[in-house]
């Protein structure tokens, strides 16, 4: 049964997902990266190399678009492409040092305004907040979006 007295979840998080997209800007500005950019870098620090299909597939983007970010910051010496021993056609991606760096170094000040929303929560709400957080953040997207497409039984 719905809950009338709570909003939608993405009524809730959409505004603030944005409101949190414009408070990182100016300090992604500030590293020389875009968001697309930073997305990049995060996700290929979190794991072994991988293919530009599937990294735009894990960062939700369109892979024939991100060849221009991808070229930049290889250009910059932030990500390395190379030939997949597996398939000599396909190059796979990784990120370096200096682009670990970057992306460590632009987390660090984001999470440092990001205190200013956090503070308005107690420890215990904070620390509950976080956790679901990233419990739902690691549902794969197919299961939530193909939630909704299930057969009622």
Known sequence: MA???RPDLAA???????ALMAAERPVLDSHGLTMWAYAVLLQLGRGPA????????????????????????QDRGL????????DRRARLLAVTAAGRA????????????????LGRLDAADRNGFLNALMA?????????????????V
């Open 3 to 5: 809950d009338a007295q």
């Open 12 to 18: 809730m998080i959409v505004p603030l997902g944005r």
């Open 50 to 73: 991988r293919g530009q299909g599937v990294l735009a597939e894990e960062i939700g983007a369109d892979k024939t678009r991100i060849i221009a970010i991808l070229d930049d910051l």
């Open 79 to 86: 990500i390395d492409r190379y030939p997949d021993p597996a």
């Open 102 to 117: 970057l992306a460590e170094a632009a987390q660090a000040d984001i999470q440092a305004r990001e205190e200013q929303v």
């Open 136 to 152: 739902l953040a690691a549902v794969p997207r197919a299961e939530i979006v193909d939630a909704g497409e299930s057969p009622v």
